[in-house]
């Protein structure tokens, strides 16, 4: 079985215009691997300089666009990878990201990491199941 790149617009386009090696999301059988992406304004697509609760919600708003895009769904996701510039931030984060997971959240793990290459705090990747009907 054959790797499958899936196209997310308009986030595939921004990531080629910041020239990012990546895609938005690849299939391989009923799994999805989303890419992490920072909080891009929705209607620009240059990324937010925003507090981190408007970050998070952004990052997780494209996620969720990338698992339907997919044909998966937020109830789907495996498991999450937070990566976040400082551990005072997790708080927040976490208040924001339960609303995206009230019930039975997946499998995650909360990074701290020192910067990237754009002013913005977080990213964040997953993993999900796509079901078959």
């Avoid at 899936?6 to 799994?31: C, N, Y």
């Avoid at 996620?63 to 990566?83: D, Q, R, W």
């Avoid at 339960?98 to 039975?104: M, N, Q």
Wanted: aromatic share 10%.
């Amino acid at each position: 079985m054959k790797r499958q790149v899936i196209r997310v617009e308009p986030l595939s386009s921004w990531l080629e215009r910041w020239k990012a090696p990546t895609s938005a999301v690849t299939r391989h059988g009923d799994t999805i691997y989303v890419s992490g992406f920072p909080p891009f304004d929705p209607d620009t697509g240059e990324v937010v300089d925003a507090p981190i609760e408007r970050q998070t919600e952004l990052v997780l708003e494209q996620l969720k666009l990338c698992v339907e895009t997919a044909g998966s769904s937020l109830e789907n996701v495996l498991k999450c990878n937070v990566y976040c510039t400082s551990v005072e931030k997790f708080a927040a984060v976490n208040a924001i990201y339960a609303r995206y997971f009230p019930k039975d959240p997946p499998a995650r793990i909360f990074v701290n990491v020192p910067a990237w290459p754009g002013h913005f705090d977080i990213e964040i990747d997953c993993i999900a199941a796509v079901l078959q009907e």
